[in-house]
């Protein structure tokens, strides 16, 4: 009797991408490649294992009872991969910064202040390349997504890092800012009745979207789901917005309504536990800490 041929563990990528995407077309942005060559791999998967793993629906792809049950496997062997790929990439790395480092950021702190001073970096560490992804996504790090991560966060959302190394490295403060003239009508006739710069609704769960409901309706006269945006707004005069300091002190179009905060983030740095010893890891992370002092106060 002829024993059927191993899996081959190429097509593990392309099979979960499928399971996490629920489509060809998906599966491949995410992946970088084309519909056809992750159909290709998922069907040599299903004959090399003489399963059926997905429904093919019109919609999209869904998981079959047999597919279900080896997902979970196939998650066990991901991890188990890119747990070593990690060590393999971490004994390279031990004697010096080198290869390429995956930071993901959101867009304002990545635009404004690590896309313009990575020239330092690059003086210092000239044998590592950067990879800068900016989103309001936060980035898988256990799928190596990303490598380190800058992100601003409250205090319970510590727990969701239990197999991370965190590191805060700042609290950003959050003010009211216009131009004099839109500030000026606000101490005239009360934030309620100025014009204000908001975020779109998918934003309204999160704490800056939520602290912008106490004004009327009426009163948000824009609305952008990208702070920056928001900030070239308010610079030409449309309203009120709600910004961290370090944005929205650095140009001289805008000032503060009043001094006080409305409210307060931690910011931190965070990596998997696995990356402690990497090298480009801790030349970004140390980088990082030093910028972040120039622009933002410490906790």
Known sequence: MQSKPSLDWNHLKYFLAVARHGGLTPAAQHLGSSPSTVMRHVDAMEAELGITLFLRQQQGYRLTDQGESLLSHMLEAEQAMLALERHGS???????????????????????????????????YPLVQVELII???????????????LRSMNPEHRDWYQDYVLQEVGLLSYRLYGTPERCEQARREGWQRTPLIGWDEAWLKDARGHW????????????????????????NGIGLVLLPDFLGKQDARLQAVEEGEIYQRQLMLVWHRDLRASQRVLAMRDFLVKLLREYIPQA
């Open 135 to 149: 989103g309001r996504q936060l980035s898988d790090l256990s799928r190596r997504e990303a490598d380190l991560a």
């Open 212 to 235: 912008l409901t106490r004004f009327p309706t009426e009163s948000t006269v824009f609305r952008c789901n990208s702070l920056q945006g928001q900030f070239a707004a308010a610079c």
């Open 90 to 124: 971490q004994l390279a790395q031990r004697d010096q910064a080198m290869g390429t480092i995956r930071l993901a950021t959101a867009e304002t702190l990545g635009s404004t202040l690590v896309a313009p001073n990575l020239h330092r970096f690059f003086q210092q």
